[in-house]
């Protein structure tokens, strides 16, 4: 399993950021994928999800309304658009498969994770 993600930055509040991951080592087009981010301090915490099929997707409270996952299945990629970004937003953020969901928690597939991309929201 190999995941790259990348486009984050430093923006600052109230910018947007489009990040993306590269997914290999496994049959993205059937796996259903999610960000999870990690700030300083914290441990990692799930952000978004998206079906294998984009039927369906599911946010975190914190990001609803202002986060969009999206997929390309013909690319391997992942896609996360965040706008009205927020100092709390800072973290490392993630990629991986999701194993399974509970309410509004879900929980990563692979053991193995990228190297992420550093998301900096400050002024």
């Known amino acids: 399993v190999q995941l790259v993600e990348s486009g984050g930055g430093l923006v600052q509040p109230g910018g947007s950021l489009r990040l993306s991951c590269v997914a290999s080592?496994?049959?993205?087009?059937?796996?259903?994928m999610g960000w999870f981010r990690q700030a300083p301090g914290k441990e990692r915490e799930f952000v978004a999800t998206i079906t294998w099929n984009n039927g369906n997707t599911v946010y975190a409270d914190s990001v609803k309304g202002r986060f969009t996952i999206a997929r390309d299945n013909a690319k391997n990629t992942l896609f996360l658009q965040m706008n009205s970004l927020q100092p709390d937003d800072t973290a490392v953020y993630y990629c991986?498969?999701?194993?399974?969901?509970?309410?509004?928690?879900?929980?990563?597939?692979?053991?193995?994770w990228g190297q992420g991309t550093q998301v900096t929201v400050s002024s």
């Open positions: 080592g496994f049959t993205f087009g059937s796996s259903a």
């Open positions: 991986n498969g999701v194993r399974y969901c509970k309410g509004y928690n879900c929980y990563p597939e692979h053991d193995s």
